[in-house]
């Protein structure tokens, strides 16, 4: 499963409801400012609630936070992590 959502999440064996989260995500994490009230609410038909989409934003929004805070100290990836 994990190699399958690596290898293309969207073609990988996870449920629309999951699907829907991961677009969000990337959505908010590569072009932020395209973010809209209607992206909440596709989230919520999805069938999250408002805490699931706050929970969602705030882990997308710590990762970009602290990989920038890693890239601009120079800190390299982990051994573990692939190209």
Known sequence: M???IEGDWETAPINDKRKAMLRYA???TQTPADMSANDVVVLR???F???DVLDIVE???YYAYANRI???LGIPDEDWIGD
């Open 70 to 72: 890693a890239d601009g």
């Open 2 to 4: 994990a190699a399958a």
């Open 49 to 51: 609630t408002d805490r």
């Open 59 to 61: 882990v997308t929004a």
């Open 26 to 28: 990337v959505k908010l």
């Open 45 to 47: 038909e999805a069938g």
